[in-house]
C-alpha cells in the first residue's frame, strides 16, 4: 500500500544532541510537510517542500533543519534540541491532483532528556 | 490571520449515543473545511472535507456541512462506536498546497 513511513517511531535525545527524524513516501507526491505537535496542541507547521523547493515558516526557529535530497525522502534536523523541542512530529504529503488533501504519517515521538 | 476553534474536549459518550462536535473558523475569502482524526498512536487521517459554501462531507456515518454565514463546520454522528474513539481537528486550506490550519482538536471517548 502506498504510504508515509516515518522513522523511528519513537526517538529520545539528549540536551543538546543533534537528532534526525525520517519521513519516506510511495505516494510520489511532489510536496512534503513538517509540523511539530505539542501535547494536547493543534500540529504546527514548520516547513515544506514544493519538488526541491524549500519553504520555511517564518516562526520556525533555525535549529530545525530540513533535508530533502529526493522526492520520497525527507529529514528534520533538529540542530541543539532544547526540552521545549519535546513534540510528536508528523510528516506529510500532497499532491498538486489534490492540492488540499494532505496524507500524513504515523509521527515520531521525540523525547529530550 | 486564518484560525479554527473548535469545542473542548474530552467528550465521553455512550455507544449508539448522538455526537455533535462544534468547529468555527475565521478565514479570509472561500476556505476549503476539514476533519482529521488522529487514532491512539498514529497520525491524522483525513475524515471529510467541503469545499464550497453548503457542501456537505461524509465519511463512515460522520457529516458536516460548511456554513458559510455562521462560520462553522460542526462535526455529527447518529450512532458513535467504541472505535470512533480519538482526537478529532477541525481544520482550513486556504486553498492550493498552502498549510492546513488546525483547532486545538477534541477527545473523543465512547464507552461500551
Known amino acids: 500500500d502506498a504510504m508515509v513511513i516515518q522513522n523511528p517511531r519513537y526517538q529520545v535525545t539528549q540536551f543538546g544532541k543533534p537528532v534526525t527524524l525520517s519521513c519516506s513516501q510511495t505516494?510520489?507526491?511532489?510536496?512534503m510537510y513538517w509540523y511539530q505537535q505539542k501535547s494536547s496542541q493543534a500540529p504546527k507547521l514548520l516547513f515544506h517542500?514544493?519538488?526541491?523547493?524549500?519553504?520555511n515558516e517564518a516562526d520556525t526557529p533555525d535549529n530545525f533543519q530540513s533535508r530533502r535530497p529526493n522526492t520520497s525522502f525527507c529529514f528534520l534536523d533538529i540542530r541543539s534540541p532544547g526540552l521545549g523541542d519535546a513534540a510528536m512530529y508528523l510528516c506529510?504529503?500532497?499532491?498538486?491532483?489534490?492540492?488540499?488533501?494532505?496524507?500524513f504519517g504515523p509521527g515520531t515521538r521525540l523525547t529530550v532528556l | 490571520g486564518d484560525s479554527v476553534t473548535q469545542m473542548e474536549g474530552p467528550v465521553t459518550l455512550s455507544e449508539e449515543a448522538f455526537l455533535t462536535i462544534n468547529c468555527t473558523y475565521t478565514a479570509t475569502g472561500y476556505p476549503s473545511l476539514f476533519w482529521y482524526v488522529q487514532y491512539p498512536g498514529e497520525g491524522l487521517q483525513l475524515l471529510l472535507k467541503?469545499?464550497?459554501?453548503?457542501d456537505k462531507g461524509s465519511n463512515k456515518g460522520f457529516e458536516a456541512t460548511y456554513r458559510k454565514e455562521t462560520t462553522s463546520f460542526h462535526l455529527e454522528k447518529g450512532s458513535v462506536q467504541v472505535s470512533d474513539s480519538a482526537v478529532y481537528f477541525c481544520?482550513?486550506?486556504?486553498?492550493?498546497?498552502?498549510?492546513?490550519?488546525f483547532g486545538t482538536g477534541t477527545k473523543l471517548q465512547v464507552i461500551p
Open positions: 517542500y514544493y519538488d526541491k523547493d524549500f519553504n
Open positions: 505516494l510520489n507526491h511532489n510536496v
Open positions: 506529510a504529503t500532497s499532491t498538486p491532483a489534490r492540492p488540499d488533501t494532505q496524507y
Open positions: 481544520a482550513l486550506t486556504p486553498g492550493g498546497y498552502q498549510k492546513v490550519t
Open positions: 467541503a469545499t464550497k459554501a453548503d
